[in-house]
């Protein structure tokens, strides 16, 4: 596997059902509860203390991140492999192209 690997929301919902990877959500508190991929974590980017939210997840674990659109994911999947995360997949086109995929959310 590429270190960052960038993944449709379908290879996504399959890559969730087979390796339960751990899902972070990059995205606001209020755009996380009107809707998201069940099970996931949301560590808001904008947070003050985002890298340490990030500085305390298990290295080893497989990671599944998305945000809205991308535009904070690609430097926040960035800050992970700096940090030593080798195991990161890419939501391409995050959260939209989750629902344009008609795939559910919570």
């Not at 899902?23 to 947070?47: K, Y």
């Not at 500085?55 to 945000?67: A, G």
């Not at 959260?95 to 559910?104: F, G, Q, S, V, Y």
Request: glycine share 6%; aromatic share 10%; proline share 4%.
């Amino acid at each position: 596997m590429a270190e960052i690997e960038k993944i449709t929301a379908e290879k996504a919902q399959n890559l969730i059902q087979k390796e339960s990877p751990v899902v972070l959500d990059f995205r606001t508190p209020g755009e996380f509860e009107q809707g998201h991929i069940d099970g996931a974590m949301n560590i808001n980017f904008f947070s003050e203390n985002f890298s340490q939210q990030l500085d305390s997840l298990n290295r080893e674990k497989t990671y599944l991140v998305h945000c809205r659109t991308m535009n904070r994911t690609v430097p926040a999947a960035g800050m992970m492999y700096q940090m030593g995360f080798r195991h990161i997949y890419v939501l391409d086109g995050g959260i939209i192209a989750w629902e344009h995929a008609d795939l559910p959310l919570v």
